[in-house]
């Protein structure tokens, strides 16, 4: 069984960094992009980027570019998203997710819990 | 980045109607559109793909259409599980975005 599992919440001060975890169960990490998504309180869903671990190629939504860090370890089959100065701004729940892809189509099919994140002085 | 534009961005409804939500996309994105429920404290769940795909345990009620910029997402009869918020999602070409969700409301 296809399973994301993603590390518990988070409370952090303005300013601290932070790395948060997803790590999948029931297929080969490797062979698949991971995704991240933003959703702030009462807020839509946000893309924010995605990851193929077997290369480690990387995709950034503009808004995200440069404000956080995508990365997997193919060691341990984990993918990550941090940060490396976390504002307020950054309070949301962050899910991954995986797409399958077909041909050039591709679509989330399996997601993690998700991991709320809290920033506040 | 495409921009995804859906309607309404909140509806109310009674069981047993038929509900359409639509998605603009700002250019052609084929048929490359997923959409997505989720409930209040939930992951998103996938619904449909490729525009009209029923992903595999979805209730045949849920239905997609469209390509090229317009799509559509029509659940008949609804059900009292399905008041939830819906997503529209292109995958058609990099950064993936949504649209800003539906919420299905209980009238």
């Known amino acids: 069984e296809v399973q994301l599992v993603q590390s518990g919440a988070e409370v952090k001060k303005p300013g601290e960094s932070l790395k948060i975890s997803c790590k999948p169960f029931g297929y080969s990490f490797t062979s698949y992009w991971v995704a991240w998504v933003r959703q702030r309180p009462g807020k839509g869903l946000e893309w924010m980027g995605i990851i193929y671990p077997g290369d480690s190629d990387i995709k950034y939504s503009p808004p995200f570019q440069g404000q956080v860090t995508i990365s997997a370890d193919k060691s341990i089959g984990t993918a990550y998203l941090q940060w490396s100065s976390l504002k307020v701004s950054d309070t949301a729940m962050y899910f991954c997710?995986?797409?399958?892809?077909?041909?050039?189509?591709?679509?989330?099919?399996?997601w993690g819990q998700g991991t709320r994140v809290t920033v506040s002085s | 980045a495409i921009q995804m534009t859906q309607s309404p961005s909140s509806l109310s409804a009674s069981v047993g109607d038929r509900v359409t939500i639509t998605c603009r996309a700002g250019?052609?994105?084929?048929?490359?559109l997923g959409w997505y429920q989720q409930k209040p404290g939930k992951a998103p769940k996938l619904l449909i793909y490729a525009a009209s795909s029923l992903q595999i345990g979805v209730p045949s009620r849920f239905s997609g259409s469209g390509s090229g910029t317009d799509f559509t997402l029509t659940i008949s009869n609804l059900q009292p599980e399905d008041f939830a918020t819906y997503y529209c999602l292109q995958d058609y070409t990099y950064p993936w975005t949504f649209g800003q969700g539906t919420k299905v409301e209980i009238k």
């Open positions: 250019q052609g994105i084929r048929n490359d």
């Open positions: 997710a995986r797409p399958r892809e077909v041909g050039t189509q591709a679509w989330l099919d399996y």
